[in-house]
C-alpha cells in the first residue's frame, strides 16, 4: 500500500510543471557549487588588483566580474551558496531531528504532558526569532556556534506541529491499541507504526524548512551577526553589494538572483511536494 | 463584549510581566554581561549603571526600581550613545518606524484581502495561477534582496524614486522600504485569503445569499467577507511580527533612522540597554496585536462573543 | 393562462473526469399559479437539480433547454436581470436550517435586506415589514429575533425564518426543497401546517421537493415522480396514491409502512439500486428492478406520455 502511495504522488508532482521545473533548478544550482571551480580556476581569496570591480564578462578571466577588492565573483558567489546550502541541510537535519522527536513523543504520550509541550510550542513561535538571537548576540558577542544553535531553533517548531498531529491520529489508530495490548513496548511501537506513517509530512516539511533556514542564516549574515569574515555567505555577499550598488551593481545582483532563484525553486517544489502528497499541518 | 475584552486583557498582562523579568534576570545572569564583575567598564557607564541599577542593592531592590522606571518609561541609559538614554534613542526613532510598519500592514491588508478574493471568484483561470505565482515570489523572495532590487530598478536606473536617505515628512523616500517591507505579509494574505474564501463560498448560507437575488458585490461584501477574514486574523500577529523583522533590514539599507536600526546596531555594538528596552517595547507590540486580535475574532463571528 | 413555471426538456449536466454526468436529463414540466406541485424520488433522482437550475444556482453544470417563468426566458440571462426575479418572485427554501443562515447577520439584517434590494425601500421599512412577517409565520417575540443571530435561534424557528425571508416580496412560486428533512416530527408537521397556511393566504404556487412521501401528501395538489433524472409519472396526488401508473411509483408506495392494517412480517423494500448520475442510459433507467420489465424496456428510453394532469413514462403501465 505504501509503495502505491509514493507512486500516486510521484504521479501528482509530475503533472505539475512548475514544481518540475523547480527541482531542476535547484538540481542545477547545486551542480553548478559543486563543478564550478572546475570550469573557472579562479579563486575566491586572489585578489586581483588589475581588475578592481571589472564588470562581469564571458570574455574576460571573472565571468561575473570582481567587487571592491578584486576578488572573482562567479567564485565567490559559487562558495557563498555552497556554504548557504550546507548550513541549511545540516541544520535542517538537526531541527528535523529535534522537531520529529518532540513532536512525537508529545503526540504519543498525550495528555498533560502533550498540553504542555504544546503550550511551549505556542510561546516560541509568537516570539520573532531574530530578537531573541539579537539578545544573544549582545550578551555573547558574534559567535559562529551561537549561528547555528540559533538557526536550529528556526525549523523544528514546525516540524514538531506536524509530526505530533500525525502521531495522535495515528495512536488513536485500532491497531495500535492492539499492538500494544499484545505486550509491545513503546519504542518498538513507535518504530514500527508510526515512524512509516510520518515520514510523508516530514519529507514535505524538511524540503519548506530548508528555505527557511538558509533566509534566516542570511538574514543573520545580511546583518553582519552570521559568518563571518573571510567566510562568506550569500547573505555577507548581499550585503556587500547593497554598498556598492550605484557603482557595482553586478556586485549585487549576481548572489542576489542566485539567492532569489534559490529560494524561489525551493518553496515552489516544497508547496509541490506539499499538494502531491496532500499533507496538511497538525 | 466588555467582560470578553477585560478576561483577554487579565491574561495579556502577566505575560509582559513575565517577559520583562525573565530579560531582566538574563541579563543580571548572563556571563559576559554588562553586570558581570569581572567586565572592565569605561568609568561613565560603570557611573550610569550605577545610578540608574543601584548596584550595590541587593537583586529585589533592583528589580523593584527596575519595574518602577519602566512605569516611568525609563529604559535606562544608553551604552553606546553616552549622552542619551535609551528612551531618548526610542523617543527619536519609533514614529518613523511605526509609520512605515503602519503603511506596510495597510499596504498587506488593503491589497492582499482584495486580490485574494479576486482570485477565489477567478479559481483555476489564468489570473488565478498568475496571482499566486506572484504569492509565492513575494514569500520566498527576502526584502533584504526584493528592497535593493527595487531600488536599483527604481532609484539607480529609472531614477524614479530616492535610494535611500530620508526627510522628515518625505513620502517618497518611504515607498520603496514599505513595498519591500509589506511584500512576504501582503503575499501571504493574498494566498490565505483566497483558500478561505473559497471555502466560505461553498458554504450553505452563501448559496441562501445567492438565492435571495442579492448582487454579487453585497454577497461577498456583507456575507463572505467577515467569515473568510478569521484566518486572516490568525496571521495578523505573526505579519506584524515579519514587518517588525523585516524593519530591521530595510530601515539598515535604506538608511531610515527608525528603531530597527537601533537595534541592529545594539548588537554589534553590545548596547545592552538599548537591546533590552527594544525588546521589551517589541513584546509589547506583539501582545496589543494579539489582543487586538482576539477583539477582532470577537466583531467577525458573533458566536465567539457568547463562549465562555 | 400563462404557467407561472414553464420547463421544456431541461437537462442538467456536469462534467467528471473525461466524461459527462446527466443529472437531470430532459425533464418537462408546469407549475400553474396557485398550484402545489409535489416533486417525490430517492437522492439521485435529480429532484433538487432541476430547481437549483431554475433558480440560477447550479454552479459549474452545464444546463440546456428552457425554463420560463411567468412567460419570460430565464436561461441566458444576464446575472442582474436573474437577480431581479430570485428572492422576489421565484424564491427557494433549503433543506438544512441550521447552516442556510449567515452567523454573522443578524436576523432581521437577514431579512430586511430582501426589501431593501427588490422593493427599493429604507432599513427602517424593511424590518418593520420582516417583523411583521416573523409574527405570520409564528415566530413568538418577534421584534427580539430581529435583533438576534441564527444561533440563538433553535432549528425549527430558522427554517420558519427561511420562509418568511422566501415571502417577503409575495413571490409567485416558492420552491421548498426538503423543508423538513432535517427537522423533529413534531416540528415537521408545524412547518407543513405553515406552509398549507401561507398557500392559502397568498395563492402563492409551491413546488415541494421531498423523498418523503408522507410529507408530500397532506400538501401537493399533484405529484411529479422523479427516476434517475427524469419524470416518470405526473399525477393528481389523490389518483397517485389509489391508482399508480408507473411500476416506480407503485413499488414507493408499497414501502410506505402503515399504522392501520395489520404487521407485516418484514418491511418492504425495493430490490437493487437506483442508477448513479452518470450511467448513461438509452433505455428505460428503471427495468434493472421493475419487476414487469420486457425487452423493450431494455432498448427504447419510454417517453413521458399523457394528458396533462396524468403522465407516465412506461411502456407498460399499470391500469
Same mark, same amino acid.
Given at each position: 500500500?505504501?509503495?502505491?502511495?509514493?507512486?500516486?504522488?510521484?504521479?501528482?508532482?509530475?503533472?505539475?510543471?512548475?514544481?518540475?521545473?523547480?527541482?531542476?533548478?535547484?538540481?542545477?544550482?547545486?551542480?553548478? *557549487?559543486?563543478?564550478?571551480?572546475?570550469?573557472?580556476?579562479?579563486?575566491?581569496?586572489?585578489? $586581483?588588483?588589475?581588475?578592481?570591480?571589472?564588470?562581469?564578462?564571458?570574455?574576460?578571466?571573472?565571468?561575473?566580474?570582481? $567587487?571592491?577588492?578584486?576578488? $572573482?565573483?562567479?567564485?565567490? *558567489?559559487?562558495?557563498?551558496?555552497?556554504?548557504?546550502?550546507?548550513?541549511?541541510?545540516?541544520?535542517?537535519?538537526?531541527?528535523?531531528?529535534?522537531?520529529?522527536?518532540?513532536?512525537?513523543?508529545?503526540?504519543?504520550?498525550?495528555?498533560?504532558?502533550?498540553?504542555?509541550?504544546?503550550?511551549?510550542?505556542?510561546?516560541?513561535?509568537?516570539?520573532?526569532?531574530?530578537?531573541?538571537?539579537?539578545?544573544?548576540?549582545?550578551?555573547?558577542?558574534?559567535?559562529?556556534?551561537?549561528?547555528?544553535?540559533?538557526?536550529?531553533?528556526?525549523?523544528?517548531?514546525?516540524?514538531?506541529?506536524?509530526?505530533?498531529?500525525?502521531?495522535?491520529?495515528?495512536? =488513536? =489508530?485500532?491497531?495500535?491499541?492492539?499492538?500494544?495490548?499484545?505486550?509491545?513496548?513503546?519504542?518498538?511501537?513507535?518504530?514500527?507504526?508510526?515512524?512509516?506513517?510520518?515520514?510523508?509530512?516530514?519529507?514535505?516539511?524538511?524540503?519548506?524548512?530548508?528555505? =527557511?533556514?538558509?533566509?534566516?542564516?542570511?538574514?543573520?549574515?545580511?546583518?553582519?551577526?552570521?559568518? =563571518?569574515?573571510?567566510?562568506?555567505?550569500?547573505?555577507?555577499?548581499?550585503?556587500?553589494?547593497?554598498?556598492?550598488?550605484?557603482?557595482?551593481?553586478?556586485?549585487?545582483?549576481?548572489?542576489?538572483?542566485?539567492?532569489?532563484?534559490?529560494?524561489?525553486?525551493?518553496?515552489?517544489?516544497? &508547496?509541490?511536494?506539499? &499538494?502531491?502528497? $496532500?499533507?496538511?499541518?497538525? | 463584549?466588555?467582560?470578553?475584552?477585560?478576561?483577554?486583557?487579565?491574561?495579556?498582562?502577566?505575560?509582559?510581566?513575565?517577559?520583562?523579568?525573565?530579560?531582566?534576570?538574563?541579563?543580571?545572569?548572563?556571563?559576559?554581561?554588562?553586570?558581570?564583575?569581572?567586565?572592565?567598564?569605561?568609568?561613565?557607564?560603570?557611573?550610569?549603571?550605577?545610578?540608574?541599577?543601584?548596584?550595590?542593592?541587593?537583586?529585589?531592590?533592583?528589580?523593584?526600581?527596575?519595574?518602577?522606571?519602566?512605569?516611568?518609561?525609563?529604559?535606562?541609559?544608553?551604552?553606546?550613545?553616552?549622552?542619551?538614554?535609551?528612551?531618548?534613542?526610542?523617543?527619536?526613532?519609533?514614529?518613523?518606524?511605526?509609520?512605515?510598519?503602519?503603511?506596510?500592514?495597510?499596504?498587506?491588508?488593503?491589497?492582499?484581502?482584495?486580490?485574494?478574493?479576486?482570485?477565489?471568484?477567478?479559481?483555476?483561470?489564468?489570473?488565478?495561477?498568475?496571482?499566486?505565482?506572484?504569492?509565492?515570489?513575494?514569500?520566498?523572495?527576502?526584502?533584504?534582496?526584493?528592497?535593493?532590487?527595487?531600488?536599483?530598478?527604481?532609484?539607480?536606473?529609472?531614477?524614479?524614486?530616492?535610494?535611500?536617505?530620508?526627510?522628515?515628512?518625505?513620502? +517618497?523616500?518611504?515607498?520603496?522600504?514599505?513595498?519591500?517591507?509589506?511584500?512576504?505579509?501582503?503575499?501571504?494574505?493574498? +494566498?490565505?485569503?483566497?483558500?478561505?474564501?473559497?471555502?466560505?463560498?461553498?458554504?450553505?448560507?452563501?448559496?441562501?445569499?445567492?438565492?435571495?437575488?442579492?448582487?454579487?458585490?453585497?454577497?461577498?461584501?456583507?456575507?463572505?467577507?467577515?467569515?473568510?477574514?478569521?484566518?486572516?486574523?490568525?496571521?495578523?500577529?505573526?505579519?506584524?511580527?515579519?514587518?517588525?523583522?523585516?524593519?530591521?533590514?530595510?530601515?539598515?539599507?535604506?538608511?531610515?533612522?527608525?528603531?530597527?536600526?537601533?537595534?541592529?546596531?545594539?548588537?554589534?555594538?553590545?548596547?545592552?540597554?538599548?537591546?533590552?528596552?527594544?525588546?521589551?517595547?517589541?513584546?509589547?507590540?506583539?501582545?496589543?496585536?494579539?489582543?487586538?486580535?482576539?477583539?477582532?475574532?470577537?466583531?467577525?463571528?458573533?458566536?465567539? +462573543?457568547?463562549?465562555? | 393562462m400563462v404557467p407561472t413555471l414553464s420547463?421544456?426538456?431541461?437537462?442538467?449536466?456536469?462534467?467528471?473526469?473525461?466524461?459527462?454526468?446527466?443529472?437531470?436529463?430532459? @425533464?418537462?414540466?408546469r407549475i400553474a399559479p396557485a398550484e402545489c406541485v409535489?416533486?417525490?424520488?430517492?437522492?439521485?433522482?435529480?429532484?433538487?437539480?432541476?430547481?437549483?437550475?431554475v433558480m440560477?444556482?447550479?454552479?459549474?453544470? #452545464?444546463? !440546456?433547454?428552457?425554463?420560463r417563468f411567468e412567460g419570460r426566458?430565464l436561461?441566458?440571462?444576464?446575472?442582474?436581470?436573474?437577480?431581479r426575479v430570485r428572492g422576489s418572485k421565484l424564491t427557494m427554501?433549503?433543506?438544512?436550517?441550521?447552516?442556510?443562515?449567515?452567523?454573522?447577520?443578524?436576523?432581521?439584517?437577514?431579512?430586511?435586506? @430582501?426589501?431593501?434590494?427588490h422593493?427599493?425601500?429604507?432599513?427602517? #421599512?424593511?424590518?418593520? /415589514?420582516?417583523?411583521?412577517?416573523?409574527?405570520?409565520?409564528?415566530?413568538?417575540?418577534?421584534?427580539?429575533?430581529?435583533?438576534?443571530?441564527?444561533?440563538?435561534?433553535?432549528?425549527?424557528?430558522?427554517?420558519?425564518?427561511?420562509?418568511?425571508?422566501s415571502l417577503l416580496c409575495e413571490p409567485a412560486l416558492v420552491i421548498?426543497?426538503?423543508?423538513?428533512?432535517?427537522?423533529?416530527?413534531? /416540528?415537521?408537521?408545524?412547518?407543513? #401546517?405553515?406552509?398549507?397556511?401561507m398557500r392559502?393566504?397568498a395563492g402563492t404556487s409551491l413546488a415541494?421537493? !421531498?423523498?418523503?412521501?408522507?410529507?408530500?401528501?397532506?400538501?401537493?395538489?399533484?405529484?411529479?415522480?422523479?427516476?434517475?433524472?427524469? /419524470?416518470?409519472?405526473?399525477?393528481?396526488?389523490?389518483?397517485?396514491?389509489?391508482?399508480?401508473?408507473?411500476?416506480?411509483?407503485?413499488?414507493?408506495?408499497?414501502?410506505?409502512?402503515?399504522?392501520?392494517?395489520?404487521?407485516?412480517?418484514?418491511?418492504?423494500?425495493?430490490?437493487?439500486?437506483?442508477?448513479?448520475?452518470?450511467?448513461?442510459?438509452?433505455?428505460?433507467?428503471?427495468?434493472?428492478?421493475?419487476?414487469?420489465?420486457?425487452?423493450?424496456?431494455?432498448?427504447?428510453?419510454?417517453?413521458?406520455?399523457?394528458?396533462?394532469?396524468?403522465? @407516465?413514462?412506461?411502456?407498460?403501465?399499470?391500469?
Amino acid at each position: 500500500m505504501r509503495g502505491g502511495f509514493a507512486g500516486d504522488a510521484v504521479r501528482r508532482l509530475r503533472a505539475n510543471p512548475a514544481a518540475v521545473l523547480a527541482l531542476g533548478a535547484i538540481c542545477a544550482v547545486v551542480v553548478a *557549487t559543486l563543478l564550478g571551480p572546475w570550469l573557472n580556476p579562479n579563486n575566491t581569496e586572489t585578489l $586581483d588588483w588589475l581588475h578592481v570591480a571589472a564588470r562581469p564578462g564571458l570574455q574576460s578571466a571573472h565571468w561575473f566580474g570582481t $567587487d571592491r577588492l578584486g576578488r $572573482d565573483l562567479y567564485a565567490r *558567489t559559487l562558495a557563498g551558496t555552497r556554504v548557504s546550502i550546507a548550513i541549511g541541510v545540516v541544520a535542517s537535519i538537526l531541527s528535523i531531528l529535534v522537531g520529529v522527536s518532540y513532536g512525537a513523543v508529545a503526540g504519543y504520550v498525550g495528555g498533560r504532558t502533550d498540553h504542555a509541550m504544546m503550550r511551549i510550542i505556542e510561546i516560541l513561535s509568537g516570539l520573532p526569532l531574530i530578537f531573541f538571537v539579537i539578545f544573544l548576540t549582545v550578551i555573547f558577542g558574534r559567535s559562529e556556534s551561537l549561528l547555528f544553535i540559533s538557526i536550529g531553533a528556526v525549523g523544528w517548531l514546525t516540524m514538531a506541529r506536524v509530526v505530533r498531529g500525525q502521531t495522535l491520529s495515528i495512536r =488513536q =489508530q485500532d491497531y495500535i491499541a492492539a499492538a500494544i495490548a499484545s505486550g509491545a513496548s513503546s519504542g518498538r511501537i513507535i518504530a514500527k507504526h508510526v515512524v512509516p506513517n510520518v515520514i510523508g509530512p516530514v519529507v514535505v516539511y524538511a524540503t519548506l524548512t530548508v528555505p =527557511q533556514i538558509i533566509l534566516f542564516e542570511s538574514f543573520l549574515s545580511f546583518l553582519g551577526l552570521g559568518i =563571518q569574515e573571510p567566510g562568506a555567505s550569500l547573505g555577507t555577499l548581499i550585503s556587500e553589494g547593497v554598498g556598492e550598488m550605484e557603482a557595482a551593481p553586478w556586485m549585487l545582483l549576481v548572489p542576489g538572483s542566485f539567492l532569489a532563484v534559490l529560494l524561489l525553486c525551493l518553496n515552489i517544489f516544497g &508547496d509541490g511536494l506539499r &499538494d502531491a502528497l $496532500d499533507v496538511r499541518e497538525g | 463584549m466588555t467582560r470578553y475584552f477585560f478576561t483577554r486583557l487579565a491574561g495579556a498582562v502577566p505575560t509582559l510581566f513575565i517577559i520583562i523579568t525573565l530579560t531582566f534576570f538574563l541579563m543580571r545572569a548572563a556571563p559576559g554581561g554588562p553586570f558581570d564583575q569581572e567586565q572592565a567598564l569605561p568609568p561613565e557607564i560603570a557611573a550610569n549603571l550605577e545610578s540608574a541599577y543601584g548596584l550595590d542593592q541587593p537583586v529585589w531592590v533592583q528589580y523593584g526600581r527596575y519595574l518602577k522606571s519602566l512605569l516611568h518609561g525609563e529604559f535606562g541609559p544608553s551604552f553606546k550613545y553616552k549622552d542619551f538614554t535609551v528612551t531618548e534613542l526610542i523617543g527619536q526613532g519609533f514614529p518613523i518606524t511605526l509609520q512605515l510598519g503602519l503603511m506596510a500592514m495597510a499596504l498587506a491588508l488593503f491589497v492582499g484581502v482584495p486580490l485574494g478574493t479576486f482570485a477565489a471568484l477567478h479559481h483555476n483561470s489564468a489570473a488565478d495561477y498568475a496571482t499566486m505565482s506572484l504569492a509565492v515570489v513575494g514569500i520566498a523572495i527576502p526584502s533584504f534582496v526584493v528592497l535593493p532590487f527595487l531600488g536599483l530598478l527604481f532609484g539607480v536606473y529609472l531614477l524614479w524614486l530616492p535610494v535611500a536617505g530620508w526627510e522628515p515628512g518625505s513620502i +517618497r523616500h518611504l515607498v520603496l522600504p514599505v513595498l519591500a517591507l509589506a511584500l512576504p505579509p501582503l503575499a501571504y494574505v493574498a +494566498r490565505i485569503t483566497r483558500g478561505s474564501m473559497l471555502e466560505v463560498l461553498r458554504s450553505h448560507y452563501i448559496r441562501t445569499a445567492f438565492a435571495k437575488g442579492l448582487p454579487l458585490r453585497t454577497v461577498i461584501v456583507r456575507h463572505a467577507l467577515r467569515p473568510a477574514l478569521t484566518p486572516v486574523a490568525s496571521y495578523l500577529v505573526p505579519a506584524v511580527a515579519s514587518i517588525l523583522t523585516g524593519s530591521l533590514v530595510v530601515e539598515t539599507i535604506a538608511g531610515l533612522p527608525g528603531i530597527g536600526r537601533y537595534l541592529v546596531q545594539g548588537a554589534i555594538n553590545r548596547d545592552y540597554t538599548l537591546v533590552l528596552g527594544m525588546v521589551i517595547i517589541y513584546s509589547t507590540l506583539l501582545i496589543g496585536m494579539g489582543l487586538i486580535v482576539d477583539l477582532l475574532y470577537a466583531w467577525l463571528d458573533p458566536r465567539v +462573543r457568547f463562549a465562555k | 393562462m400563462v404557467p407561472t413555471l414553464s420547463i421544456d426538456e431541461l437537462s442538467v449536466s456536469f462534467a467528471h473526469r473525461s466524461s459527462t454526468v446527466e443529472a437531470v436529463d430532459r @425533464v418537462s414540466l408546469r407549475i400553474a399559479p396557485a398550484e402545489c406541485v409535489g416533486v417525490v424520488g430517492e437522492s439521485g433522482s435529480g429532484k433538487t437539480q432541476l430547481f437549483l437550475a431554475v433558480m440560477g444556482l447550479a454552479g459549474n453544470a #452545464e444546463v !440546456s433547454g428552457s425554463i420560463r417563468f411567468e412567460g419570460r426566458e430565464l436561461l441566458g440571462e444576464t446575472a442582474a436581470a436573474i437577480n431581479r426575479v430570485r428572492g422576489s418572485k421565484l424564491t427557494m427554501i433549503f433543506q438544512d436550517p441550521m447552516t442556510s443562515l449567515t452567523p454573522h447577520l443578524s436576523i432581521g439584517t437577514q431579512l430586511a435586506e @430582501v426589501l431593501v434590494c427588490h422593493s427599493g425601500r429604507s432599513w427602517a #421599512e424593511a424590518r418593520a /415589514i420582516a417583523g411583521q412577517m416573523l409574527e405570520r409565520v409564528r415566530i413568538p417575540d418577534p421584534r427580539r429575533r430581529l435583533s438576534q443571530y441564527p444561533h440563538e435561534l433553535s432549528g425549527g424557528m430558522r427554517q420558519r425564518v427561511m420562509l418568511a425571508m422566501s415571502l417577503l416580496c409575495e413571490p409567485a412560486l416558492v420552491i421548498a426543497d426538503e423543508p423538513t428533512t432535517a427537522l423533529d416530527v413534531t /416540528i415537521q408537521a408545524q412547518i407543513i #401546517e405553515l406552509l398549507r397556511t401561507m398557500r392559502g393566504e397568498a395563492g402563492t404556487s409551491l413546488a415541494l421537493i !421531498s423523498h418523503d412521501l408522507a410529507v408530500v401528501a397532506g400538501l401537493a395538489d399533484r405529484i411529479l415522480v422523479m427516476y434517475a433524472g427524469r /419524470i416518470v409519472e405526473n399525477a393528481v396526488a389523490g389518483e397517485l396514491f389509489r391508482r399508480p401508473r408507473h411500476p416506480y411509483t407503485a413499488e414507493l408506495l408499497k414501502c410506505v409502512p402503515s399504522l392501520s392494517g395489520p404487521r407485516p412480517a418484514r418491511l418492504p423494500t425495493l430490490a437493487g439500486q437506483p442508477p448513479q448520475p452518470g450511467d448513461a442510459l438509452q433505455a428505460c433507467p428503471f427495468a434493472p428492478r421493475c419487476p414487469r420489465a420486457a425487452d423493450r424496456c431494455r432498448i427504447e428510453r419510454p417517453p413521458l406520455m399523457g394528458a396533462s394532469t396524468s403522465q @407516465v413514462a412506461c411502456h407498460f403501465p399499470l391500469s
